[in-house]
């Protein structure tokens, strides 16, 4: 996904096509999203970018639990 982030002063700006909020993940989902992720893993961006999109949620859900 693609999208654009601004930081002025105390104001932080997301633009996206999509995202979601931390009360809309579920844990158990996250945490085996990322392990699907990272056992189908290659050395292609694409499977980087899943992996960094999986840890993400995974760090989202640790964070506000």
Known sequence: ???FLSVAENRVSVLAGHAD???QIDPDQ???ELERA???ADDTERSRQAVAAAQARVAV???TS
């Open 38 to 40: 990272e056992a189908e």
């Open 1 to 3: 996904d693609e999208g």
């Open 30 to 32: 996250a945490r085996h």
């Open 61 to 63: 859900v640790e964070r």
């Open 21 to 23: 909020l931390a009360e």
